[in-house]
């Protein structure tokens, strides 16, 4: 069977103050679409307001040591993706088996109150269907909540981005909230990899998040192994 994978970017190009760009972390895009495409997904991109997803530049400083990124950026037809991405309005979750939420600063700010997203997310889950997020992307499931009125992560097992990455990435003092404190706030079971900046992956049934960027191929990889089980 054919599956379908819709994966969630930003449409925030910077931080509170416009001298600070941020945007998609490309590679955590592009090494999960490699994975699902590997196994023969169908695959399309949606942002909160549709439209241009912008880059990230400290992300694009990678592409020469990360051949997955490279190429993105080298094939046209991949960046016309970036430049005209679906609204949540435009998406009907009945045509997806899974939703992978990506990261960048810029999630910070449009993901976590934007309903259409969230009702695209809540009825994939309670259809079966695999949620999943990497790095900062988890801010996208913070404010999502179930038809009985729980959130989705309240009693779960999730990671993302730490409150020890975020200040030795030295941003701690330019981003709107600590993520992690959110998370367990909501009685979400935050955890992380003994490092910083590992890869780290955390999946509690067909909820599947991974810790930053290097966590994205293996994050993708779990949720292909759930979704061949579905």
């Avoid at 969630?8 to 994975?35: C, K, M, P, R, Y």
């Avoid at 009907?92 to 993901?111: C, K, L």
Wanted: glycine residues 8%.
């Amino acid at each position: 069977m054919n599956r379908h994978v819709l994966h969630v970017a930003t449409n925030i190009s910077h931080f509170a103050s416009s001298a600070h760009q941020t945007g998609l972390w490309l590679s955590e895009l592009t090494h999960a679409w490699d994975v699902f495409a590997a196994s023969g997904y169908k695959q399309r991109i949606v942002s909160p307001k549709g439209g241009r997803v912008p880059l990230d530049p400290r992300a694009l400083k990678w592409p020469m040591r990360d051949a997955s990124a490279r190429a993105w950026l080298a094939d046209p037809a991949k960046m016309a993706l970036l430049s005209s991405t679906r609204r949540p309005a435009d998406i009907d979750p009945g045509d997806y088996d899974a939703i992978f939420f990506t990261g960048g600063h810029g999630v910070m700010w449009d993901f976590p109150d934007n309903e259409g997203l969230q009702a695209v997310t809540r009825a994939l889950w309670e259809k079966g269907g695999v949620v999943s997020a990497v790095c900062h992307g988890y801010c996208g499931l913070l404010n999502t909540r179930l038809a009985d009125g729980s959130f989705l992560v309240s009693g779960r097992k999730v990671t993302g981005f730490s409150w020890t990455e975020e200040r030795l990435a030295g941003v701690a003092r330019e981003i709107p909230y600590n993520a992690e404190a959110q998370m367990k706030a909501r009685r979400a079971i935050y955890e992380k990899a003994l490092l910083p900046f590992m890869p780290y992956v955390v999946a509690d049934g067909r909820l599947v998040t991974g810790q930053n960027p290097l966590s994205a191929r293996a994050t993708a990889r779990k949720v292909a192994a759930l979704l061949n089980r579905l």
